[in-house]
């Protein structure tokens, strides 16, 4: 499964929000695409949340750098990511 790891927002100045830093006191928990597609366009919205799931920051139709990580999930490996011998 991948996540956001990291959300770059290329502006000026450039706002960098990753998982496991501090913003305000609050620590980013998850970063969520809340992004939606239309027929004659594209919606960019992003959610930076808390531990507690509260939004810490809301980023709209910006340009923005996604940096995703690969993590584990439980239950079976798929047959295409088992490793044979």
Do not use: C
Request: hydrophobic residues 35%; aromatic residues 4%.
């Amino acid at each position: 499964m991948q996540i956001i790891h990291r959300l770059t927002v290329v502006s000026n100045p450039t706002r960098v929000f990753e998982v496991g830093t501090e913003i305000d006191g609050r620590e980013v928990i998850e970063i969520k695409n809340m992004s939606l597609e239309y027929e004659d366009h594209v919606h960019s919205e992003y959610h930076v949340l808390d531990e507690d799931g509260e939004l810490i920051s809301n980023v709209e139709n910006a340009p923005v750098i996604v940096d995703w990580k690969t993590i584990a999930e439980d239950g079976p490996v798929p047959d295409n990511e088992k490793m044979t011998a």
